[in-house]
Nanobody, 118 residues
Framework: QVQLVESGGGLVQAGGSLRLSCLASGRTGRVDTMGWFRQAPGKEREFVADVNWSGYRTSYTDSVKGRFVISRDNAQDTVTVYLQMNSMKPEDTAVYYC?????????WGQGTQVTVSS
């Protein structure tokens, strides 16, 4: 199996930056695309960004394009996915979750809280 652990959340003022990290361990050799989702209070979980195995193909939801950058580092036994968040807005406030799929099963981290104050 694969385990995902997020870190890097916190409180930031509008216009500021944060970098989230997601450490994947376990059978990471079978992991391809990894991504970030977020869930704000009272809202459904939504896609934010993802990156393929090589790191050369990325995709973003429209609301974060030009502000967020996703990247990954593939080590021998672990994979780390980063989400660099710049020019942050209060509407970016949410719990951010790391995600991947393995054998058609979605795997999620525990989430990390990001709060942007106005």
């Amino acid at each position: 199996q694969v385990q995902l652990v997020e870190s890097g959340g916190g409180l930031v003022q509008a216009g500021g930056s944060l970098r989230l990290s997601c450490l994947a361990s376990g059978r990471t050799g079978r992991v391809d695309t990894m991504g970030w989702f977020r869930q704000a209070p009272g809202k459904e979980r939504e896609f934010v960004a993802d990156v393929n195995w090589s790191g050369y193909r990325t995709s973003y939801t429209d609301s974060v394009k030009g502000r967020f950058v996703i990247s990954r580092d593939n080590a021998q036994d672990t994979v780390t996915v980063y989400l660099q968040m710049n020019s942050m807005k209060p509407e970016d406030t949410a719990v951010y979750y790391c995600n991947t799929n393995l054998s058609d099963t979605a795997i999620w981290g525990q989430g990390t809280q990001v709060t942007v104050s106005s």
